[in-house]
């Protein structure tokens, strides 16, 4: 293996307290990474870097980790542009449109389904997403959702099993057996795909009696539990994910205080998607009130075709800072350390000896530029596991 380093980085974020100023993003001025094979093997002041066997001069510019998307939707067939039209017109959102998209993934190939999830990456990694989640969710079907988790899992170890993201239309008038269908032959079929189960508790969707069982059967076979909680209304999701130690609660948009409280108090990280809420003119999720409750917070795009389709971590982060109560820093951190964290993962999110050396040099000498200059293309350059992709 050859050794590279990246030097006069202006400001490096590593996410590591115990480096440069003691923040939560470690700040190093003037500084330097260096990679040996896929892992960060030192990080300092740049004056100070090793000997390596290649050297790129970073010239002033920022460099943060690479940025980690723990919340997507990105196997699935069609878009909803006539929806989304309709609801800048006047239309509220609600959980039903997913059906449009179920009817459109149903009707694709694998090839079709794989050659879109593998465009909308590329977007994301152009923009500096380096780790991704995605899930299932738009077949519906036993066979539909198990050729979903295998497509999702030729991209990514970070799969979900989303059987339980709506009742399948053609469980109309049933949705009891359909639970039993998510909790039973589509279950098995999924779960050698898949890491993680996830569930839609929202009105429209799954209550809370029906989340709890198809979480509970989705642990029994191996699967972590994280779920969809509190984004249209105020309900048990947030509650039911402290309670079953999901490694997250998604949206949080309609928090009571004992929702803050819990999660403040526990291991659940709260996922806040600024995209659903900028996409479908929703309240926005207020993320000064959890971060001074003590939760753990992780941004995220939600990337799907129906109420967040954006791929852009960049975009996510100004729109939090804006308009959700975050300062740059703590978005910074959230969008990488604490995507990581939803994942329940330290292996990534920072750039620190070994990390993986998930890197992204920004045309710019400050992280804060990503959220001062929201829109512009500021990713010059990215690193995933020790090799530069862009």
């Known amino acids: 293996m050859t050794t590279t380093a990246v030097t006069h980085i202006a400001s490096l974020v590593t996410n590591d307290p ?63 542009t006539q929806e989304f039209n309709a609801r800048m017109s006047g239309r509220p959102y609600r959980a039903g449109g997913i059906r449009t998209t179920v009817a459109a993934t149903r009707a694709a190939s694998d090839e079709e389904l794989s050659a879109n999830v593998a465009r909308y990456l590329a977007e994301a990694l152009s923009q500096g997403t380096t780790t991704f989640e995605t899930k299932s969710g738009y077949g519906l079907t036993v066979e539909d959702e198990a050729r979903a988790v295998r497509v999702a899992a030729r991209h990514t170890d970070e799969v979900t099993y989303l059987g339980a993201h709506i009742v399948s239309p053609d469980y109309a008038d049933d949705p009891a057996g359909y639970v039993d269908l998510v909790t039973g032959p589509m279950l098995e079929a999924c779960a050698p795909h898949a890491r993680w189960i996830d569930v839609f508790c929202e009105q429209g969707a799954f209550d809370g009696d029906q989340a709890r069982a198809i979480l ?24 039911l994910a402290v309670e079953l130690d999901a490694a997250s609660a998604d949206h949080c948009t309609h928090l009571t205080d004992a929702d803050v409280d819990a999660l403040g108090q526990g291991d659940t990280v709260a996922t806040l998607l600024p995209g659903a809420e ?43 800072v804006r308009d959700m109560g975050m ?64």
Request: net charge positive; hydrophobic share 40%; proline share 7%.
């Open 18 to 80: 115990s480096l440069g100023n003691g923040t939560p993003l470690g700040l190093i001025q003037d500084a330097a990474v260096v990679i040996d094979g896929d892992r960060i093997v030192w990080t300092g002041e740049s004056s100070k870097a090793p000997a390596t066997d290649n050297v790129l001069d970073a010239a002033g510019r920022a460099v943060i980790p690479g940025f980690v998307d723990s919340h997507s939707h990105l196997v699935f067939a069609g878009d909803r």
């Open 278 to 320: 900028f996409s479908t003119r929703a309240t926005w999720p207020d993320a000064r009130r959890l971060l001074d409750a003590g939760a753990t917070v992780a941004l995220s795009t939600d990337c799907n075709p129906g109420s967040s389709f954006t791929s852009s971590m960049p975009f996510c982060v100004a729109v939090a």
């Open 216 to 239: 509970t059967a989705g642990r029994a076979k191996g699967l972590h539990p994280r779920i969809h909680a509190n984004q249209l209304t105020y309900g048990p999701g947030v509650q």
């Open 327 to 390: 300062t740059p820093d703590e978005a910074i951190w959230s969008a990488t350390a604490g995507g990581a964290a939803a994942l329940r993962r330290t292996d990534i999110g920072r750039i620190t000896p070994g990390a993986r050396a998930d890197l992204v040099l920004l045309d710019a000498p400050s992280h804060v530029h990503l959220a001062y200059r929201p829109g512009v293309p500021l990713v010059r350059a990215v690193w995933r596991s020790g090799q530069r992709v862009v």
